[in-house]
């Protein structure tokens, strides 16, 4: 992380209470995360974390707390509101348009904030979807698919990156690239939380790991600490 980013603080979340219908999911979620920092949300399945990236955006049925942007409290705005003040959100799911070609799918999207990356500054971060910009979403490997959800966010402007699980079923090619696709948003000043089930990728890009349980934060880990740790991880996460 760059040493004039340490201390600026661009997201904080303080006691973060979620719902999807009757469900009380989150149960008092707190974390900051600082500008051009990498910190990821850890934790087993069902301990809340996809949930929490949810809601910084809105996108649970009720959620109480605060949730600062940039300074702003955004827990009232709705997700496109949230959306504009930069903050861009990877899904679990992709959600690319399957129809449409690998171009059709990267113009498409609106600006929600300046300094968004070019189309040609995408190809080049991404030479796979260089070669199939004319190919179908749906004739794209889950690699691929995973490459260009990625580039849509960062076509976006958005500064703020919230990545769900993004090496989820890829091959260890794939996940070393977006290792290294990861690497490079972060010298560029990018803010990113990631959620992330594969440790050994994560662990090498992070400053930080917040571990999650039952819908609170149980312990966070800087990556100076993390070998005086990994008893408390295995325990906790299994890796």
């Known amino acids: 992380m760059p040493p004039d980013h340490a201390q600026t603080e661009i997201l904080r ?50 959620r109480t707390g605060s949730i600062s942007v940039n300074g702003r409290e955004v827990i009232g705005l709705p ?43 995408i190809y ?26 990625l580039a849509r966010i960062l076509l976006t402007g958005a500064q703020i990156l919230l990545l769900d699980e993004i090496t989820e079923g890829l091959a260890p090619v794939i996940v070393q690239l977006l290792g290294r696709v990861i690497a490079r948003l972060k010298e560029r000043g990018y803010t990113i939380v990631l959620v992330e089930q594969n440790f050994r990728f994560a662990a090498p890009l992070a400053d930080r790991h917040y571990v999650m349980s039952h819908g609170r934060i149980s312990e966070m880990i800087r990556k100076e600490e993390l070998a005086s740790k990994m008893d408390t991880l295995h325990e906790q996460l299994g890796v």
């Open 13 to 62: 979340v303080t006691n973060l209470h979620a719902f999807y219908g009757e469900s009380h999911v989150l149960h008092g979620v707190d974390m900051t995360v600082n500008r051009g920092e990498l910190v990821t949300l850890l934790g087993r399945n069902g301990a809340g974390r996809t949930t929490t990236l949810k809601a910084m955006l809105g996108l649970v049925s009720k």
């Open 124 to 149: 080049e971060m991404f030479p796979n979807l260089l070669e199939r910009r004319k190919s179908q979403g749906t004739r794209l490997s889950g690699g691929e698919q995973q490459m260009l959800a």
């Open 79 to 121: 997700p496109h509101k949230v959306a504009h003040l930069g903050v861009g959100y990877c899904p679990e799911e992709r959600g690319i348009f399957s129809t449409l070609s690998v171009e059709e799918n990267l113009l498409l999207l609106p600006k929600v904030s300046s300094g968004g990356m070019t189309v040609a500054e």
